[in-house]
């Protein structure tokens, strides 16, 4: 208790000095949490806008599709499906999607399409497909033989809303798939290469063009938060239990992606152990000033009969007890600053493209993650830094000490 | 072989030497020594004679060159620091030339501390405090702090820390230096009642001739050796 008692009244002794110490464990803290808290923000951000704009959270497919797809391996049950699994906790939105390629051509202009039926109403709930029209409109009705494409792809042909396009291709029983459409309205989803092919027909023209009648090749689903997905795989798994369809999170069947940004992820680690080394360097050098100024006291301490153990628990104790107020200060600060990143973010000026997602503007992050990495980082720190110093001080040799003036 | 459980202190053949920028300098020069319990002593000689040394060496705060130490029957060599921190804790008081106190612990807390390390309890150990501080006359400072305190009175403080905790033995490095001749014979008379009342050793290294006065056994140091000792009647 007397060892505690020194401990935390040496603090006060050079209030200077403590400050300086003070300030790079808090200025450390500070600098990580909010590192992290904009880089899981970020990412969280950033895997949100691709998951959602386009690919949704979880997909389910026929068993094998995603390393071999073709026209034939197909979902016949979807609606099924989809009322089984509407009901389900953290689950927002689900839709269906069909899928093939096809020569399009306006007048002589022809180019390849990736063809792509959807329901509107559903699309739309689950990936805001209306707000992605950036001139035009959304289909009017299943039997109105209307098409809207990409705008890279209206460039290619060099066509405009109101112009019929045909499309030629290959069904599912073999004939020639051909028709002919208007085109009401021209999307931009932000992945140019996307674009370029895009080519988004009514669900039921696409069962009708390629004669798959009530099928589908996938169904996309969305979940509330992105942390919900895992267990939301589990729910529906155990709902539909079926062996024929494989239901996948995004980490799996956008595995490169996934990758892509764990990869660049790691690089904020190098952040971090820039701040570890500065604030290292800075307590360290305190530290050590401090226990030479007191290495007489020390020597005294040593020769009343205090044990070395108990002289090195006193300086690991002084220095946590600064770490301990830093962290407490930098903890409130950086939840405030996190927070308002979080509401306001920062405009990054010329949007970027990321997995296909344009990116204007950039957000923060409150969790957890940004405020006990920092802490235990600077305890962490402070403590290995301190031992040094710290055992100096349990070694002094009392006579020594004591002819030190 | 010379019984040592009559001795609170026995030395053999001790030397100390130091290096001085690369020249050694013997500071002790096969110095033997036999203290009993409850003697009442005092090593004088002129500056760099060997007395702070000495005393640093008998009580473990410095290893001789050469020779051996015997505190209460026990080799010092032979322990280990936890076992010299605790055994200097549980039987020596220190009474250091330039007061030494904790400069963030109060008059009281410093008094206390050797106790708080030997987990004396709460209320006896207020009780010492009490009784010492109106031995040493420093009634009412219990809760000042060192600063607050002329340096008489932190050598009083400092007599007191040596002295509440009990120790058999209480080396004492210049114990009058920075007091006036008053306070001084105050404290050697309160030090010699404590030697006869508790059997306490009291060693003193020292200048003052007031000390010697005091001392019952008065022992010459010259160039790091021995010069006499003699015992007073």
């Given amino acids: 208790m007397v060892i505690l008692k020194i401990a935390f009244r040496n603090i006060f002794r050079q209030k200077r000095r403590t400050l300086l110490t003070a300030l790079t464990m808090f200025g450390g803290f500070t600098l990580a949490a909010i590192s992290i808290g904009w880089s899981e923000g970020t990412y969280s951000y950033t895997i949100d806008m691709f998951t959602r704009n386009q690919m949704g959270h979880i997909q389910i497919h026929g068993k094998g599709y995603l390393d071999k797809p073709t026209l034939y391996n197909t979902i016949y049950n979807y609606r099924q499906i989809g009322e089984n699994i509407s009901h389900l906790e953290n689950l927002e939105a689900w839709c269906p999607r069909l899928y093939s390629s096809g020569l399009a051509s306006v007048s002589e202009k022809s180019a390849g399409v990736r063809i792509i039926g959807i329901d509107p109403v559903l699309e739309n709930s689950a990936t805001r497909f209306e707000k992605k029209i950036i001139e035009g409109k959304t289909f009017s009705n299943k039997t109105s033989h209307e098409v809207i494409l990409g705008s890279g792809l209206m460039e290619i042909l060099e066509a405009g809303i109101g112009d019929s396009v045909v499309v030629v291709s290959q069904a599912a029983d073999g004939s020639i798939a051909n028709d002919i459409y208007e085109i009401t309205g021209i999307v931009e989803s932000g992945d140019d290469f996307s674009d370029r092919s895009s080519f988004y027909l009514h669900i039921a023209n696409a069962q009708e063009l390629f004669v798959l009648d009530q099928r589908v090749h996938e169904i996309a689903i969305i979940a509330e938060e992105l942390r919900d997905v895992e267990g939301l795989v589990r729910s529906i798994r155990s709902e539909i239990g079926s062996p024929d369809v494989s239901i996948q999170p995004w980490k799996e069947f956008a595995k490169q992606f996934y990758v892509a940004m764990q990869a660049d992820k790691q690089g904020g680690w190098i952040m971090i152990f820039i701040i570890i080394l500065i604030v290292a360097v800075g307590v360290l050098n305190t530290v050590l000033m401090t226990v030479l100024e007191r290495i007489r006291e020390y020597g005294v301490l040593r020769a009343l009969g205090t044990r070395p153990a108990q002289i090195f628990r006193m300086i690991l104790i002084e220095t946590n007890f600064i770490a301990a107020g830093s962290i407490l200060v930098g903890l409130i600060a950086s939840t405030i600053i996190n927070y308002l990143l979080s509401i306001n973010g920062i405009s990054i000026g010329e949007s970027i493209t990321y997995g296909g997602v344009q990116f204007t503007k950039m957000y923060s992050e409150v969790n957890a993650m940004s405020l006990y990495v920092p802490a235990i980082t600077v305890v962490i720190t402070t403590s290995l830094v301190s031992i040094f110093p710290a055992i100096k001080a349990a070694r002094t040799s009392p006579s020594k000490a004591m002819r030190i003036h | ?233």
Wanted: hydrophobic fraction near 35%.
């Fill in chain 2, 1 to 233: 072989m010379i019984d040592k459980s009559y001795d609170i202190i026995k030395a053999e053949a001790l030397e100390k030497t130091y290096e001085d920028n690369g020249v050694p300098v013997k500071a002790l020069r096969g110095v033997d020594l036999e203290i009993k319990k409850g003697e009442f002593l005092s090593i004088v000689g002129p500056s760099g004679s060997g007395k702070t040394t000495l005393l640093n060496i008998i009580s473990g705060l410095d290893d001789p060159s050469k020779g051996e130490v015997y505190l209460n029957n026990k080799l010092i060599s032979s322990m280990s620091g936890r076992e010299l921190s605790d055994f200097r804790r549980d039987n020596i008081g220190f009474i250091f030339q330039s007061h030494n106190l904790i400069p963030v612990l109060s008059v009281e807390e410093n008094i206390e501390y050797i106790m708080l390390l030997q987990r004396v309890p709460k209320e006896e150990r207020h009780k010492r405090v009490e009784n010492i501080l109106r031995d040493v006359g420093l009634e009412g400072f219990a809760d000042r702090f060192p600063t607050q305190l002329s340096g008489g009175q932190q050598q009083r403080v400092a007599i007191a820390r040596a002295m509440v905790s009990r120790p058999a033995l209480i080396l004492a490095d210049e114990p009058t230096a920075s007091l006036d001749s008053k306070t001084g014979s105050e404290l050697l008379d309160i030090m010699r009642s404590l030697n006869e009342k508790r059997d306490m050793t009291f060693i003193f290294s020292t200048h003052d001739k007031l000390v010697m006065d005091k001392a019952r056994r008065l022992i010459v140091l010259k160039d790091g050796q021995i010069e006499s000792d003699e015992v007073k009647k």
